[in-house]
């Protein structure tokens, strides 16, 4: 069964680190490229950081650069989402996603989606 389970997401302070996880089953993460997307309530979801398994590039928002950073473990089979400096507005729901080849900031383009992981930044 195919699977896409994200982690790490907790309430943490402005100005503090998560690194979430998003774990695969079912099939090989490394070859696969996986954006990470993020929802604030009422609003639309929003491509985060993507790593593209077509040329091993980083594709982010401007709202996460020099910030965020996006990893694969291939051992664990796993994409890491390191977020540093966080501020409130980082607030929202967030999702791994995963489809072939390029990057997308589209997430109709996506296969596959976790379920997501609540990353409240608040003081």
């Known amino acids: 069964q195919v699977q896409l389970v994200e982690s790490g997401g907790a309430l943490v302070q402005p100005g503090g680190s998560l690194r979430l996880s998003c774990a695969a089953s079912?099939?090989?993460?490394?070859?696969?490229?996986i954006n990470w997307f993020r929802q604030f309530p009422g609003k639309e979801r929003e491509a985060v950081l993507c790593i593209s398994s077509a040329d091993n590039r980083q594709y982010y928002d401007d709202s996460v650069k020099g910030r965020f950073t996006i990893s694969r473990d291939k051992a664990k089979n796993t994409v890491y989402l390191q977020m540093n400096s966080l501020k409130p507005e980082d607030t929202g729901l967030y999702y791994c996603?995963?489809?072939?080849?390029?990057?997308?900031?589209?997430?109709?383009?996506?296969?596959?989606w976790g379920q997501g992981t609540q990353v409240t930044v608040s003081s």
């Open positions: 996603a995963s489809r072939r080849n390029y990057c997308s900031a589209y997430g109709a383009r996506y296969d596959y």
């Open positions: 079912g099939f090989t993460l490394d070859d696969w490229t």
